[in-house]
Structures are given as C-alpha cells and as structure tokens.
C-alpha cells in the first residue's frame, strides 16, 4: 500500500547530562536519510560549544561522537525540520541472515516452541500479523516497569513493560518463527507521554515493513533514527569514557499538515 500524504515533521530534542573530565560519548539522535529542511546539532558545556564528528556505525547509522568532555553540566540539543519521506528501506542479501540471529536482548534459541504456538501454520504477513497482535494482547504498557537489562525473555515472564520491551518480544518472536526481524529508534509524533520510540522491521516478501505492538503512535508519520538488531544498537546516547549521569531530557515530534489515522493492519514501511 502506498505510504499516505505526509508533508513535513518537525523534531527536537534535548539532554543536560553531568559528566567526569574526559568523558566520550556517541550519540544517535540525528533523522536517518531522510531529505531535511534545516538540521542543527549542538553541544554544549561551560567550556563553550564542542565540535562533533558524524561517522556511520555497521548498520550505516549516523553517529555523533564527542571526545574529552570537560567536567560538569554538558546539554545536547538536535533539531530537525521540514523532513520529508525517505526511500524504502533497501534490502541486503545478508539481512536473511543477520536478522534471523539471537541478539543481546533478544534470545531466539529459547523462543522457538513459543512461537510455533502464536503462529501455528502461517507464514509471511499473517505470521507477523499474529506475532503483533499476541505481544499486544498479552502485555501491559507500563512505565517505568523494567529496567536497561531486561530482554525478551524477562517481558514474556513479567507480561508488562514499555516499547523497548515490546520491540524486542516482537523480534524474538519474528525471528524465532523465521521472520527476518530488526529494530528501529523512531521518532514518533502523536506517541503520549513523548521520548524516544522504538519499533521492529520484519522482512516479509523482500520489503522491510515496520510494525509496533504498542499501536501508541501512527506508523506512518514516524521518522527512522537509528536501526539494529535491538536496543544496543539504537542507544540515543552511549558512555565511551568516563562518566554520564543523565539529569534532563525532552523529545517532541510533530507533523504537517495533520496526524495520520493509526491503522495496524495497514502494511507500511519506515520513511
């Protein structure tokens, strides 16, 4: 199906952090390869501004990394406006292969009889169709009910958690019944409370389609920051050295003209 009528969307946001002299960090924040009107990336500390260097990860991700901070209050600030729809996702040979993998939270080797029972004989869209809407019916959205360590297998037990939860049961799930499955740091206007969103990819029929068993935002508006195989890979921001404790932080995500209509049987693609 088409990808509906978005204009624009606008994006922002903003971390004050107190960190250790010489402290490094990387930080995924910035909108993926989507065309943008005006970007900005700011940090800054009582030193004054430091320069960021841009490089790309494994999974081609834009990372902004900051060597030999000076001790004190740091504050990062990214905007981004007038984003546009971004091509399809492009499909590697070799995702058939690296998303089928267990990954740091996501233990696929323990999942297999489960998913054999949520997807019984279907295959392709309906298997992830099913696999979406078993996470959704058997978990509770609930903040602040897990912590950085909890994966896959701690939300099946617990039967609670928050997108990232969600995001890693749905990959689990996916790959474990033979579904190419990533994971995607979004930002997401209309999700309530606002942050950072994270949602899965699953390779069906050699497109990369994005589903989220949160159903909390439209799919359609969403804006790709970061992809991996889970959350180790889309941190917003990680310590290389020293130390970060994080004090402040606000997202904000809209779109022009208008919110799109979530509709989650609707096949749609990150752009």
């Known amino acids: ?39 900005t990336l700011s940090v800054r500390s009582a030193d004054g501004d430091h320069t960021v260097e841009e490089s790309r990860d494994r999974f081609g991700n834009r990372v902004h990394v900051l060597h030999d ?49 949520v997807v019984g004989e279907r295959a392709g869209r309906a298997a992830v169709d099913a696999v979406v809407a078993w996470v959704h019916d058997h978990l509770d959205y609930v903040p602040g009910s897990s912590t950085v360590t909890d994966s896959a297998r701690s939300t099946y037990l617990s039967r609670q958690g928050v997108c990232r939860d969600y995001a890693h049961l749905t990959a689990t799930l996916l790959r474990a019944a033979g579904v190419p499955a990533r994971c995607a740091a979004v930002y997401a206007p209309g999700l309530t409370p ?30 790709r920051i ?10 917003f921001m990680t310590t290389l050295t020293g130390n970060v404790q994080l004090t402040g932080m606000q997202v904000s995500a809209v779109v022009d003209p208008q919110l799109p209509v979530e509709r989650p049987a609707e096949t749609l693609s990150l752009r």
Do not use: K
């Open 1 to 39: 199906m088409a990808h509906t009528g978005i204009v624009d969307r606008h994006v922002n946001a903003w971390m004050r952090a107190e960190i250790t002299a010489g402290t490094g960090i990387a930080l995924l924040v910035a909108a993926a390869d989507a065309p943008v009107g005006e970007e």
């Open 69 to 117: 901070l000076p001790a004190g209050t740091v504050e990062i600030s990214y905007r981004a406006s007038g984003i546009a729809p971004a091509g399809p996702p492009v499909v590697d040979p070799t995702d058939l292969v690296m998303h089928l993998h267990p990954s740091r939270y996501c233990e696929v080797d323990e999942f297999t009889r489960i998913a054999a029972e």
């Open 194 to 223: 606002m942050d950072f969103h994270l949602v899965v990819e699953a390779l069906v029929e050699d497109r990369w389609i994005v589903v989220d068993a949160t159903h909390l935002a439209p799919r359609a508006s969403m804006v």
């Open 226 to 235: 970061a992809t991996g195989q889970d959350a180790a890979d889309t941190a």
